[in-house]
């Protein structure tokens, strides 16, 4: 609700409220949306690989009581 009220302008809303324009009141575009899904989850995923490592040794850490 935040970023779809705040931000006027198109180019300044967050990618969450940008999938939901797919969305329509009759029907759902699940093609151009499931693809556009993909496209903003490959990064993170990239990140989430590259830093695993360090994300499940701080988890491990931090649960582990001295």
Do not use: C, H
């Amino acid at each position: 609700m935040f970023g779809l009220t705040l931000a006027t302008k198109q180019e300044f809303q967050p990618v969450t409220v940008t999938l939901n324009s797919f969305i329509g009141q009759y029907g759902t575009q699940w093609g151009p949306l499931m693809a556009a899904s993909t496209i903003v989850a490959i990064p993170i995923v990239i990140v989430f690989v590259i830093f695993q490592r360090y994300i499940t040794g701080g988890l491990a850490a931090g649960s582990v009581k001295d």
